[in-house]
């Protein structure tokens, strides 16, 4: 069937693939806000940036409201959000972020992970320090939105710098400002894409190609993990 056919083959299998890991951890998120503060969106702040982030995922509606609803199931598993710290192949530095119903089955998994690769964890709060929790919001650029007036317009709401991509505009402020920066943007009506809370590395670290393909490697395993939510790492 020629190659163009084997390619747009493997670009779905990619993004099919690509789905059933993501969506998963992007409902537990949904059900989590929900069943702690509530399943209506609009008096829900923490829902509200879940669904978000779900729509920014092409999540589509069914999977959102099944989500939902799933938070007032009496038989619901209760789910913890957990960290883990560890040194990767080549010293590089791992926070795993997680969302589990058995920390014992998530630890051991994420201990196995690090092991494997040559590396270990640490215990809990050693690389607080190495990262910088930062409040990150993404919207479309467009010209309606002009970047240097919207900055000193949301000074007050805690943000600290914007960046302008290709297609994006990026808001960033403290983890602290996380509420205040959401419900100014909100307030002036501008439609973010995604929102989240990143781990900034304080002092990233160059690593050289062969040593790059080690550590993806253990990267792709935790993070195809169904309890791990986010990873963070001091890749310069």
Known sequence: MGRAFEYR????????????????????????????????????????????????????????ESAIKRAAQKDIASFAEVNYEGKGPHGVLIFVECATDNSTRTVANVKSYFNKSGGSLVPTGSLEFMFERKSVFEINKSADIDPEMLELELIDAGCEEIEIMEDLVEVWGDYTAFGTLAKALEDKQIEVKKSSLKRIPTSPVEFSEEQLVDIEKVLDKIEDDDDIQQVFTNIA
């Open 9 to 64: 083959r493997a670009a779905k299998e990619k993004r099919w693939d690509k789905m059933s890991k993501i969506f998963p951890k992007l409902g537990k998120a949904i059900t989590m806000a929900a069943k702690e503060s509530g399943m209506d969106p609009t008096t829900n702040a923490k829902l509200r940036t879940a669904i978000q982030n779900a729509k920014a995922e092409n999540m589509p509606k069914d999977n959102i």
